[in-house]
């Protein structure tokens, strides 16, 4: 029960910073300017806080107040969520080697890098993946930037500073730095640079170190998702027993 009071609010908590991103960029008013929806951090906060809410919601209520009802409800969305995962798993397992989920990634990451500055949420979450996770820069290399209308190079005829250049995130961070130059990445790419782009910047793609990525860390990654699975089937299985417990408590005054 802790935990399902837990989980609504954590969900709670989630939904509402999700729907406070949207109205700060005033989203709701402006659904067409969304792109690549599935890939919106604040729509993915919503749906991950929407889901979580109502589980724990359907999980406490059901617990608190004997609500056999609630508790299928709880038992019924945990048990569709790991029919879901699993499903999930085997189509990923299966499309892995099919160059299928290279694509998405392909996809996500060039809709970020055209979109770059229109949305702060997606600039935020591509620096992050640039900077702090992968240390990469671009779908296959920095040359990818060149998707953008401000790091084109062609955009310096319209005076973009940022022209033949690539975010701060694709810099690589020097020793005992505190504050990083956020005009790191200028004219890197510009062509008789003096400047030896390897020293300055990533040139791995964020595909591939995604990929490099994923190998170094597999085991840690599937023991997660399997203890993950455990522990939904442990609150499938404590759901049922409590609902046949309250079932046949009832059954004894009628």
Known sequence: MTQCISNMMTGLVVLAIGIWAWTEKDMFSNISKLTFIALDPAFVLIVIGTITFIIGFTGSVGALRENTCMLYMYAIFLLLIVCGEMILGGILFVLKDKGWIKDQATEGLRAFIIHYREDPDQQNLIDWIQEDWLQCCGIEGPKDWDSN?????SSVTIGSR???????????????????NKQCGYDVRKEGSATDMSKIIYEKGCVTAGEEWVERNL???????????????LAICFAQNLRVDILAQKNKYH
């Open 162 to 180: 940022e022209a033949c250049g690539v975010p701060f995130s694709c810099c690589k961070r020097r020793p005992h730095e505190i504050i990083k």
């Open 219 to 233: 085991i840690i990654i599937s023991t997660i998702c399997i203890l993950i699975l455990f522990a939904q089937l």
């Open 149 to 153: 209308n401000y790091f084109n190079c």
